[in-house]
C-alpha cells in the first residue's frame, strides 16, 4: 500500500502543491516596487523572495529523491501493462463487455502516471516564469543593492529544474506521450511475432 501511495498519490499533489508555492512567489515578486513603500523595505522584500526561492529549489530536490524511483518503475509498468492490455483486447477479448473492460482499463492505468506528469510539466512551466516575475517589479526605481539581489534572483531561475524518474525520465506530458508510444511499440512487437 505504501508503494501505491507514493506512485499514485503522492507525486502529483507535491507537484501540485510546489506550483502553487511558485505561483505565490511569482506574485510576490512582481508586486515589488509598485506599493509606495521605501527602497529599503523592497529590498528586504526581495531578500526574502530570495530566501523563499532557494526554500522552493530545496523542496524541489527533496520532493524529487522522494520519487524518482517509484516513478520510474511506475512509467515502466504503464507501457508493458497498456502494451499487455491491448494485446489482451485485441486477440483475448471476444465480446463487447471483454473489450469495454479493457477500453476502461486501459485509461485507468494511463490516468495513474497523466496528473504526475502534468503537474511535472506545470511546476516546470512556473519555475521558468520566476524569471519574467523579477521583470515584472519596479526595478528601474530601486536601490542598487536590490539590483544586486535581482541579478541573484534571476541567475538561479536561469537553471533548469525538471523532476526526474529515476535520474533518467523527466516527469513531463513528453514523459506521458513516450510512455503510449513505448506501449504501442511493445503490442507492434507482439503483433509482428503473432503474425
Known sequence: MSLNLVDDVFPPLSLCMLTGHIKVLHMRISGIGYDRK????NEEELTECVKDQQNLYELCNLINEVIEL???????????????GLVAMLFVAKDIFSILYYVFYLFGILMQ????CYFGSNFEFMFD???????????????????KHMILFMQRALKKRPAYAGGILRIHLDTFF???KAAYSVFAMVW????
Open 178 to 180: 513516450s510512455t503510449c
Open 70 to 84: 517509484p516513478m520510474l518503475v511506475q512509467f515502466t509498468v504503464t507501457a508493458i501493462n497498456v502494451a499487455l
Open 113 to 116: 502516471t497523466f496528473p504526475t
Open 129 to 147: 516564469e520566476l524569471l519574467q516575475a523579477i521583470y515584472s517589479s519596479n526595478w528601474l526605481m530601486q536601490s542598487p543593492e536590490y539590483k
Open 38 to 41: 521605501n527602497q529599503t523595505t
Open 192 to 195: 509482428q511475432l503473432k503474425n
